[in-house]
């Protein structure tokens, strides 16, 4: 009887194969395999890994876990919810807690020296013999040892480099336990360089489009979706499936150093900008499309930074102990949420919402009207679990920001822990409270112990089956994200067409024409442009004083021409001689005096707690708050932050003498100031020795000089108000959009929100009927 049903089973499975035939091909492209289901899903396989295929009803599957049957997680005909939890219910608690980790930053190659260096076979990448793909020998540490999936990318050096780096990777955690693929992820890496000659040809390097304010600039939803298609196009080419992007912190404090990288202070415009940003990375469309608007042409993104980053005190940043608290003075705490509820979690999109959730640093201090905490908002229970979680109903992965449950080592110092707040707290107690409240992930951490370590303590606090059902609910979220764009089914890229790719014609031109799009003519007196192109034109050079960048490396001094000469040239002849030129153009950057904290002072003896300064003449804080509304740190003596009385430099101080001095070197003719702009700045200084002003966020030299000879029309608007002076910028509450008197020009021109100058006059359309209505 046993032996008839043993004939009977194979027949069976013989009638079945004969019955539906084999759908599926195999062809082998470099170190993988490439299997093309017809009528199905395409699968990519490496050779090294040990994985085999499975087949049912003519349809070829990946046996991800070497069992040799089709469990519900490998079958790629099911919903990504049955097999997200399917999945979850097989991993260990080891394994969910590599999920749950995301590395620290990843250059291709690793670098030699500082924080982001790495070896192979114990050697610095030049002295290896290594390949530019290879895996460094701690990429392969935390892949295997801590069972890690999450990586941040940082800087790669060709696309092909990144793509045969995605392969190897890969390849290596195919082979492991059941298979998960990696989900690398980015910083927004489509930023300009200035010098760079537009090359709609160039092929390889990836598109440029002007910063996350540019972008808002142009008051253009529109551009902005495309401009996220394009991104998560060159994204995925480059193996990356995660931005962590868009930040729509509202910056309603206009000293805060993160302003650039927000879409203004506007809550209308910032929560139109995140939608249009996160539909265009998300949506997959056509035979792109796999289910739900998600697809091979979908990133996931992370927005951040919840409930809103841009109210520290004083303008100060949470990425150190100083900036560790943002205030509401103006009780204004949800108008912060506008971008996230009404945008990010409100997608015209099939996606729906953020597949992913950033908190911030900061304290929201005095904000937590149910537990009365003051920690850093990861931290924070009524934060997380009660508003995102419970009230608002936000199911997707939550993410710390990066090192915020590590030691901190000093108040002024970015690569340190930021555990505000809970820095009594040993390391892992830390983690168990961010699990707590509803945190799937820890940002910059590449080590899984901690995380088992919290698991444990609640194992002792609520029994195994409370902390594996916690586990497995995270495990689903990150799970999801990995799915739904398809890289269980195939994460491998072919190295030529990824190179082929990124930075085509196509996206390269529509990355110039939206730099073009988001400058800011903010005065054109006499309408001196635009200039005739082949005139003379003198152009001072700018000194950058020595310094150090915000991860605390030495910048040396140097003296130099602020723009490309070569570019300049095909427009105009340069001369240094004032006397002999047309026009002085001069290339002006944002006043910088800092952070907010001087660590001179307190070595001193004082607080160390200075101003942001918005203009380039040294400024003295009179009468500013004292007390602060905020201040504690296990690391100082005193709670008062106040810098009453004291006074902020400003380091490129000598970009005002630039305007000054070509003003009166060109003896009446006309001067004309480009500024490079990361903060609202006070333009009184120096808009009275000017006869144009442009202002940009981030754009190739060559743009401007298109718009400076009218190849190009002006058309952007300020994204945020210029104050008129520093006293309006003091007068202001952090918390609260377009609350400063903006600067009214000599030609009486007021440089507020949605403010911007064509070729005829002020700018009014059906942008600013939309948006300078909206105010607070």
């Known amino acids: 009887m046993k032996r008839q049903r043993i004939c009977i089973g194979l027949l069976s499975l013989f009638s079945a194969s004969v019955a539906f035939g084999q759908n599926w091909t195999e062809a082998q492209l470099g170190s993988w395999t490439k299997v093309t289901n017809k009528g199905g899903k395409t699968l990519g396989y490496s050779t090294s890994s040990g994985v085999k295929l499975i087949t049912e009803k003519g349809f070829a599957f990946k046996d991800l876990n070497k069992n040799g049957k089709l469990d519900k997680y490998e079958d790629w005909r099911l919903s990504v919810d049955v097999r997200a939890k399917d999945l979850a219910s097989k991993l260990t608690v080891e394994q969910i807690a590599g999920l749950m980790l995301y590395s620290k930053h990843q250059p291709i190659p690793a670098a030699a020296g500082g924080p982001f260096a790495g070896t192979y076979n114990g050697k610095i990448f030049a002295q290896s013999g290594a390949k530019v793909a290879d895996l460094s020998d701690q990429q392969k540490e935390f892949l295997t040892k801590d069972n890690?999936?999450?990586?941040?990318?940082?800087?790669?050096?060709?696309?092909?480099?990144?793509?045969?780096?995605?392969?190897?990777?890969?390849?290596?955690?195919?082979?492991?336990?059941?298979?998960?693929?990696?989900?690398?992820?980015?910083?927004?890496?489509?930023?300009?360089?200035?010098?760079?000659?537009?090359?709609?040809?160039?092929?390889?390097?990836?598109?440029?489009?002007?910063?996350?304010?540019?972008?808002?600039?142009?008051?253009?939803?529109?551009?902005?979706?495309?401009?996220?298609?394009?991104?998560?196009?060159?994204?995925?080419?480059?193996?990356?499936?995660?931005?962590?992007?868009?930040?729509?912190?509202?910056?309603?404090?206009?000293?805060?150093?993160?302003?650039?990288?927000?879409?203004?202070?506007?809550?209308?415009?910032?929560?139109?900008?995140?939608?249009?940003?996160?539909?265009?990375?998300?949506?997959?469309?056509?035979?792109?499309?796999?289910?739900?608007?998600?697809?091979?042409?979908?990133?996931?993104?992370?927005?951040?930074?919840?409930?809103?980053?841009?109210?520290?005190?004083?303008g100060r940043d949470a990425h150190y102990g100083y900036g560790k608290y943002a205030v509401y003075p103006g009780k204004n705490f949800e108008t912060h949420f506008q971008p996230f509820l009404n945008g990010a979690f409100k997608l015209k999109g099939k996606t729906g919402m953020a597949s992913a959730v950033m908190p911030y640093y900061t304290i929201s201090f005095d904000q937590d009207k149910k537990y009365g905490e003051n920690v850093g908002n990861s931290y924070n229970k009524y934060i997380i679990h009660d508003l995102l979680r419970t009230k608002y109903k936000y199911d997707g992965v939550v993410c710390t920001d990066w090192l915020i449950t590590a030691d901190e080592t000093a108040v002024d110092v970015f690569l340190t822990g930021k555990s505000w707040g809970v820095e009594k707290?040993?390391?892992?107690?830390?983690?168990?409270?961010?699990?707590?409240?509803?945190?799937?992930?820890?940002?910059?951490?590449?080590?899984?112990?901690?995380?088992?370590?919290?698991?444990?303590?609640?194992?002792?606090?609520?029994?195994?089956?409370?902390?594996?059902?916690?586990?497995?609910?995270?495990?689903?979220?990150?799970?999801?994200?990995?799915?739904?764009?398809?890289?269980?089914?195939?994460?491998?890229?072919?190295?030529?067409?990824?190179?082929?790719?990124?930075?085509?014609?196509?996206?390269?031109?529509?990355?110039?024409?939206?730099?073009?799009?988001?400058?800011?003519?903010?005065?054109?007196?006499?309408?001196?442009?635009?200039?005739?192109?082949?005139?003379?034109?003198?152009?001072?050079?700018?000194?950058?004083?020595?310094?150090?960048?915000?991860?605390?490396?030495?910048?040396p001094e140097k003296l130099d021409y602020p723009v490309n000469l070569a570019v300049v040239k095909k427009y105009f002849t340069v001369t240094d001689n004032p006397a002999e030129a047309d026009y002085a153009l001069v290339f002006i950057q944002s006043p910088n005096s800092g952070g907010g904290y001087d660590s001179d002072d307190a070595k001193a003896g004082g607080t160390g707690y200075v101003p942001v300064s918005l203009q380039y003449a040294d400024y003295k804080a009179q009468g500013s708050r004292d007390p602060s509304i905020a201040g504690g740190d296990p690391l100082e003596k005193f709670t008062n932050r106040t810098y009453n009385g004291k006074t902020a430099k400003t380091i490129n101080s000598s970009d005002l003498a630039m305007v000054t001095e070509s003003f009166a070197r060109m003896k009446g003719k006309p001067v004309i100031v480009s500024l490079l702009v990361s903060n609202p700045t006070v333009v009184r200084e120096f808009e009275g020795q000017s006869n144009a002003i442009l202002a940009h966020f981030g754009v190739q030299d060559q743009a401007l000089m298109d718009i400076l000879t009218g190849a190009h029309e002006p058309s952007a608007l300020l994204p945020m108000q210029f104050p008129a002076d520093m006293k309006t910028v003091e007068a202001q509450a952090e918390d609260i959009p377009r609350d400063m008197t903006p600067y009214k020009d000599a030609l009486g021109n007021v440089y507020d929100f949605g403010f911007g100058l064509n070729w005829k006059g002020v700018i009014k359309d059906a942008r600013t009927t939309t948006y300078k209505k909206s105010g607070q």
């Open 148 to 314: 890690l999936r999450h990586v941040l990318i940082t800087s790669v050096q060709s696309p092909e480099a990144a793509a045969e780096w995605n392969n190897n990777a890969q390849a290596l955690v195919e082979g492991l336990g059941l298979g998960i693929p990696i989900n690398s992820s980015s910083d927004p890496r489509h930023g300009t360089r200035a010098d760079a000659e537009f090359n709609a040809g160039a092929g390889g390097a990836i598109s440029m489009w002007p910063g996350s304010l540019g972008l808002a600039a142009t008051f253009n939803p529109e551009l902005v979706h495309r401009f996220g298609q394009i991104a998560a196009t060159e994204y995925r080419a480059l193996g990356i499936a995660t931005a962590l992007s868009p930040q729509v912190d509202l910056a309603t404090d206009p000293r805060w150093n993160r302003v650039s990288g927000t879409f203004g202070e506007d809550p209308k415009l910032a929560t139109d900008m995140a939608r249009a940003y996160i539909d265009g990375f998300q949506t997959s469309t056509g035979a792109n499309e796999i289910t739900g608007g998600w697809g091979y042409h979908s990133v996931n993104a992370m927005v951040k930074h919840w409930p809103g980053g841009g109210s520290g005190e004083g």
């Open 425 to 555: 707290l040993s390391v892992a107690e830390r983690h168990y409270k961010i699990l707590m409240n509803g945190v799937d992930q820890f940002g910059g951490n590449n080590e899984s112990k901690p995380v088992i370590d919290a698991y444990q303590m609640g194992v002792k606090e609520h029994g195994v089956a409370f902390m594996r059902n916690r586990f497995e609910q995270s495990a689903v979220r990150l799970l999801k994200n990995i799915f739904r764009v398809g890289l269980f089914e195939n994460p491998y890229l072919e190295p030529q067409v990824s190179q082929n790719s990124v930075g085509t014609a196509e996206f390269m031109k529509a990355g110039y024409q939206a730099q073009l799009e988001s400058v800011v003519m903010l005065k054109n007196n006499e309408k001196t442009l635009p200039l005739t192109k082949g005139k003379t034109v003198y152009i001072p050079k700018r000194f950058t004083p020595a310094g150090r960048n915000f991860l605390g490396m030495q910048i």
